[in-house]
């Protein structure tokens, strides 16, 4: 069955970096899209940032522009969200998102931009 691990998450000062990874398994990562999203207190989910499967274009959300990169490596089915310049508001929990015949959500992992 379709799984998806994140890791990677934590405490960091404003202005730091960190790396997310997601582990995928159960299907055939390398043809299909990946995405993160993250979710704070009272919201919905957001779309953070997506790689599309072979040609690996991506997107992101306006307000991680130029600070999140997207990567994945199809040889050890993961995806990667690299995060610098952190800021407060980017605090919330990421999640790795997959659709194969549905909707597929990691864990999650908790990320808090604070001094």
């Known amino acids: 069955q379709v799984q998806l691990v994140e890791s990677g998450g934590g405490l960091v000062q404003p202005g730091g970096s960190l790396r997310l990874s997601c582990k995928a398994s159960g299907f055939t990562f390398s043809y299909v899209p990946m995405s993160w999203y993250r979710q704070t207190p009272g919201n919905e989910r957001e779309l953070v940032a997506r790689i599309f499967d072979t040609i690996s274009s991506t997107t992101y959300a306006d307000d991680v522009k130029g600070r999140f990169a997207i990567s994945r490596d199809n040889a050890k089915n993961t995806v990667y969200l690299q995060m610098n310049s952190l800021k407060p508001d980017d605090t919330a929990v990421y999640y790795c998102?997959?659709?194969?015949?549905?909707?597929?959500w990691g864990q999650g992992t908790q990320v808090t931009v604070s001094s």
């Open positions: 998102y997959v659709w194969i015949r549905g909707d597929y």
